[in-house]
């Protein structure tokens, strides 16, 4: 084979495949549909038919004028919970609301609205839950207060710890409930014989709880008292003495 008889098979073929592919491109276009027609048929209707519920007006009978409403008193489940005054417990170990409910006799649902709960079956350790002071009571119901004739206490709440003695800005005691109830601490005296002596205000430890009073100056809290002293007031060897409002030592706790 020469060369002119290679150039002619070369060209005879590519005109072989260029009508192969004209046709092929005639084939597929004329087998897509107008644009027009495309767009024709993507076009929603502008109305859609929607029926027209028949409605029947009836004439509503008269009132009847001589109807008589009474209004039925609140039951003893609906009535009003007063809550007074309220103290802050913090959840231990074991606890549960329905615990701390019956220790405190105070009704769950009273702690799951005073504290706004989302789930009563779900308390943690170091939550922090208002109680009402005397239990929530129904209205009118009596709320059971402390007389001067109650037994005064005389054991359970103890001087646990002293810490930084001798350094103002660390120095702490820790006075601790080990009773099954809560204690007023109103009136109570940390000292030592012949030294400083520091008297509780008004708080409500409850039980299993504690309390910081640090020497330091600072901002009372529920679990943290001040005595805004300049310097400090124990030093080691020093015993503490825990008094109750009747001058009873409850505790005693030697520095170490």
């Given amino acids: 084979m020469n060369r002119r008889q290679l150039i002619f098979i070369i060209l005879f073929n590519a005109i072989i495949s260029l009508v192969i592919a004209l046709v092929v491109v005639w084939a597929v276009e004329s087998r897509r549909p107008d644009s027009e027609v495309l767009q024709i048929l993507a076009t929603p209707p502008s109305v859609l038919p929607v029926s027209q519920p028949t409605v029947a007006v009836v004439d ?28 802050v417990y913090v959840v231990q170990s074991g606890d549960s609301l329905s615990s701390i409910a019956d220790r405190f006799r105070v009704p769950i649902d009273t702690l799951v609205r005073l504290n706004e709960l989302p789930n009563p079956d779900y308390v943690f350790v170091g939550q922090r839950l208002l109680i009402p002071v005397g239990g929530g009571n129904e209205a009118g119901a009596p709320v059971a207060t402390a007389t001067a004739g109650d037994e005064p206490i005389t054991q359970g709440v103890i001087i646990r710890i002293v810490e930084g ?8 005691v820790q006075i ?14 940390l000292d030592q014989e012949g030294g400083p002596s520091y008297t509780f205000g008004n708080m409500l430890l409850f039980a299993g709880n504690y ?4 020497t330091r100056s600072g901002e009372d809290t529920t679990i943290a008292v001040y005595w805004n002293q300049e310097n400090a007031a ?21 520095v170490p």
């Fill in 165 to 172: 003695p001798g350094d103002l800005l660390a120095e702490a």
């Fill in 176 to 189: 601790v409930n080990d009773l099954n109830r809560a204690v007023n601490l109103a009136g109570w005296v």
């Fill in 234 to 254: 124990w030093s080691s060897g020093s015993v503490l003495r825990l008094r109750n409002p009747q001058g009873t030592v409850v505790s005693t706790f030697t």
């Fill in 211 to 214: 309390v910081w009073l640090h």
């Fill in 60 to 87: 509503a009978p008269a009132a009847d004028t001589s109807a008589t409403v009474t209004v039925q008193p609140a039951t003893t489940a609906e009535a009003a919970v007063e809550v007074g005054d309220t103290e």
